[in-house]
């Protein structure tokens, strides 16, 4: 089965310090989600990558955020300063024409 | 704005009863509906797809249905067993991009 790794799997930080959260997605795909889920509540949408450009972001996704791909494997969310409400876990999908496979997470622990 | 509820929250049954899982959206106009399996501090694991132009799809001991008329799918487990345990989720997507999801039923299954 295809699979899609992120790092690091546990990521502590303080707060107003920037992170970057690392995904390598199942290659040749061109689109890459992330998503963030709060302990105790739903998996929501971030924001969708095609083709090196942002193509749909939730009003989650504020100036705070932002996604890059640095190289033809990895894929980056980075959160600029970070806030208490930030600590979740943090997912990201590669997606094939209906099916969505996702990494593992990272779990974000913002102090 | 689609909306996703799943029902029960939680569930708990003797080992070897066949259950199942209940999931409602407002908007009939998916794309596709994904099943998921997570377990405490864990990823997603994809357990079923469903397209919508089919209305089920087996795996093993589950299966899932959909029924687009009344906004609704189900997921149904025979036999249930303790490795069973874990939080369901259903997902789906109304254009083919971001998913939305339930905030999922918590199954214990008991030896």
């Known amino acids: 089965e295809p699979e899609v790794t992120q790092t690091p799997s546990h990521q502590v930080t303080q707060m107003g310090q920037e992170v970057i959260l690392r995904c390598v997605p199942i290659s040749n795909h061109l689109y890459f989600y992330w998503y963030r889920q709060i302990l105790g509540q739903k998996v929501e949408f971030l924001v969708s990558?095609?083709?090196?450009?942002?193509?749909?972001k939730s009003e989650i996704f504020d100036d705070q955020f932002s996604v890059e791909r640095p190289d033809g494997s990895n894929f980056t969310l980075k959160i600029r300063s970070t806030k208490l409400e930030d600590s979740a876990m943090y997912f990201c999908?590669?997606?094939?024409?209906?099916?969505?496979?996702f990494g593992p997470g990272t779990r974000l622990t913002v102090t | 704005k689609q909306e996703v509820t799943q029902i029960p929250a939680a569930l708990s049954v003797p080992e070897g009863e066949n259950l199942v899982l209940n999931c409602s959206f407002t908007?009939?106009?998916?794309?596709?509906l994904q099943w998921f399996r997570q377990d405490p501090g864990k990823g997603l694991t994809s357990l079923l797809l469903?397209?919508?132009?089919?209305r089920e799809q087996t795996s093993g001991r589950l299966n899932a249905s959909l029924d687009k008329s009344s906004g609704r799918s189900t997921l149904y487990i025979a036999a249930s067993q303790p490795g069973d345990s874990a939080t369901y989720l259903c997902a789906l997507s109304n254009t083919g991009n971001q998913f939305y999801f339930g905030t999922g039923t918590s199954l214990t299954v008991i030896p």
């Open positions: 990558f095609y083709n090196n450009e942002i193509s749909e």
């Open positions: 469903i397209q919508s132009s089919q």
């Open positions: 999908a590669s997606p094939t024409r209906y099916e969505q496979y």
């Open positions: 908007d009939s106009a998916i794309y596709n």
